[in-house]
């Protein structure tokens, strides 16, 4: 996110302009969410471009919605692990993958009114989350202070990330480089132009209700997406007559 001005406390702004409520997917968490998104939008002195879209942090998206129900329904994935939330907008799925039991959870969000509202929205479900307000995709988790090399393997989560093709391709870079240090990758998503499938293998799918003033519709279908073992591309079919060789999964953002 586009980091915003704003002349009043960020947590004042947050509770002035957002309700308590249950997630429509997720009801076992609640967030403060904006109940009327333009009024909001122009709030924060932003306008509707697609490398900057509505306040991650004052809704629940679909990929973020869907990816925190899979986390509750496989607590599996989670219980005992480090677990670090890219791009956590509301907080959401870091929340979820608190309560699913993760060893300590990273929120990491470059908005500093997302950062606010995810540590109002943590206080709000009784978990603790370790919130970075930074840019940290240049980084690797080390850098952030997760341990490597431990059993279980840390976890990435992201949620919708994958909504301009500048964030995609640095979003991606990061993923993959957490991957080639032992990570595992989940990331949700409900099907964004810049969703990069080549390096990521589908694990399930489920329909979301979403804001439809947001997506202009009232469902979305988000999949749930594991990254390819060291963050490598799926392996292409050699073209014939052509003597392309097939990909080896070098190519791509580097990590």
Do not use: C
């Not at 586009?2 to 968490?29: K, Q, T, Y």
């Not at 929205?121 to 370790?130: G, I, P, T, W, Y």
């Not at 990331?187 to 293998?201: C, E, K, Q």
């Amino acid at each position: 996110m586009i980091p915003v001005g704003w002349a009043i406390d960020p947590d004042e702004f947050v509770r002035r302009h957002l309700r308590v409520s249950p997630v429509a997917e997720v009801p076992e968490i609640q967030l403060h969410q904006a109940e009327e998104p333009i009024g909001l939008w122009l709030a924060t002195e932003g306008e509707y471009y697609s490398e900057a879209p509505p306040p991650f942090w004052a809704f629940a998206w679909a990929g973020g919605q869907g990816l925190a129900r899979y986390l509750l329904d496989h607590p599996a994935e989670v219980a005992g692990r480090n677990v670090v939330d890219l791009a956590s907008g509301s907080g959401i799925v870091a929340i979820a993958a608190a309560l699913a039991g993760g060893a300590e959870v990273w929120a990491v969000e470059i908005d500093p009114l997302a950062v606010n509202a995810i540590e109002l929205n943590a206080k709000l479900n009784n978990v603790q989350l370790r919130v970075i307000g930074e840019d940290v995709l240049d980084r690797g988790l080390a850098d952030l202070g997760v341990p490597l090399g431990t059993d279980p393997a840390p976890l990435v989560v992201a949620g919708d990330v994958f909504y301009s093709e500048n964030m995609s391709a640095r979003v991606l870079t990061f993923l993959r480089r957490a991957a080639r240090d032992g990570a595992d990758v989940l990331v949700g998503d409900p099907g964004r132009a810049f969703f990069p499938a080549d390096y990521f293998t589908a694990v399930t799918a489920s329909e979301m209700r979403v804001r439809p003033e947001l997506e202009s519709t009232d469902w979305r279908t988000v999949t749930i997406w594991r990254i390819n073992p060291r963050g490598a591309a799926h392996r292409r079919p050699r073209r014939r007559g052509t003597g392309d060789a097939a990909t080896d999964g070098g190519s791509g953002p580097p990590a």
